[in-house]
DNA sequence: CTTTAGGTTTAGACGTGACTAAATCAGGGC
DNA sequence: GCCCTGATTTAGTCACGTCTAAACCTAAAG
């Protein structure tokens, strides 16, 4: 089966999309989540239905078929294996990471995927904290925990995942010291939804204050679970 | 500028074309290096030449414009860079990369670039001998010396460039021990052109036969030149 | 039950990069 | 100097992925 990277890309939309418990997903979703028309998806949508990689009814959304969801899953790989050999191998910030490897992602072969795996010694998760689907394909578990806009005052925290999107805000994260691994105390949930949280740990470190908006990209899990 | 992947492509075939002294490069030419129609060629060359990236005489072949030679450097650095980032770093042979490369060449960014070319040390070859173009995108010198298939009986050479052609090609010379560095002995030169070579200081080593379309492609020098 | 607002699909168009078939040009043979 | 062969360009088509404008469906409000 031979598709178009901008195939590969609506199917990794739309798995993301499920994942983000929409659980058909609509034609305005995935238009907003790559930025075209809604015309130009539902064009896309009839030609990946032909092709069975999803299940479309009209006017109500898709979802992925099991082909559908392997292509996905192995653009994913990619991608994540790409930004962890970016970080390790050649210095790049895990901030900085997430544009080159959208670019590449379609145009690796199989044989660099697994070279790649080999040199990062077949990681289990990106630099952001997302997991890397395994080379099996199989769809990883959902993540546990909660998001720091779940927390509350005075809790202790561990940065579990930064959902990477906005580079400008993960790079202020990354300046703040706020990244994978890091624990947290959350100092103060003000009423209107900001978040200050002091990164533990780390002499030179300033209290953070986050807009929910940012808060709920960062997902947490209790302190210390295992060492 | 921006340019399409497949502008690109043609931009570098004419650049490797010129450098085969073809004074003015020819649509056929193209075409049969890039394995598209003529008339397919032929409108390309329109667009390039609205672009000035090429002067184009029409029924007489073009020639690249300063502005096109350097993206077709760009191109080639890219390609040539990350040759010698793969066999260097993720364990390629140097018989494996081309195809790789030419996938990966017109998606990495600038600052990707940068950053191989650091971890390489800013290398001034690939693994088939080629030079790199530097940072400055100025035109490397033409390769010296000659040929093998221009050399004579009882030579002994030096190899110093394999033309990153035909895959099956390359890994036979690779798996005989022909590569960049080697010093050959040439054994004989049958009338009908072929060339029975072999790798010194290889103990295990055992002649070779090359029929001179491939010889052709093996670029030699003196021995022992500098060291 | 009807209306309506908003999302979705249809219809028609465009640019890119490819093709085949047909017309045209250039240069060598006579 | 004319003709012919082979290369090149023109003309017309197609698939892909995008768009805008218009038609259409769904679901919620009244």
Avoid: C, N
């Avoid at 930025?35 to 896309?44: A, E």
């Amino acid at each position: 089966m031979m598709l178009s990277d901008v195939m590969e890309d609506y199917l990794k939309a739309i798995y993301q999309l499920e994942r983000g418990h929409d659980d058909r997903v609509k034609t305005s979703a995935i238009a907003e989540e790559l930025d075209v028309t809604p015309p130009t998806v539902t064009s896309m949508l009839e030609k990946l239905e032909d092709r069975e990689l999803i299940d479309r009814k009209k006017y109500h959304g898709v979802t992925l078929t099991p082909e559908g969801e392997t292509v996905a899953l192995e653009v994913i790989r990619h991608h994540r294996l790409l930004e962890a050999y970016l970080t390790e191998h050649l210095d790049y910030d895990w901030s900085e990471v997430h544009d080159e490897a959208d670019r590449l992602e379609h145009h690796i072969s199989e044989d660099f995927e697994d070279r790649v795996a080999a040199a990062l010694g077949e990681p289990e998760v990106d630099p952001h904290g997302a997991p890397i689907p395994g080379a099996d394909l199989e769809p990883p578990q959902q993540p546990t925990g909660r998001t720091l806009s779940e927390s509350a005052a005075t809790d202790r925290v561990v940065v579990r995942e930064v959902a990477d999107d906005d580079p400008e805000v993960l790079s202020y994260l990354s300046d703040h010291g706020i990244e994978p691994g890091v624990t947290l105390e959350i100092r103060e949930v003000a009423p209107f939804g900001m978040f200050t949280v002091m990164p533990v740990g780390d002499e030179r470190a300033e209290a953070v204050s986050l807009p929910s908006e940012v808060a709920r990209h960062i997902r947490v899990g209790e302190e210390v679970p295992a060492e």
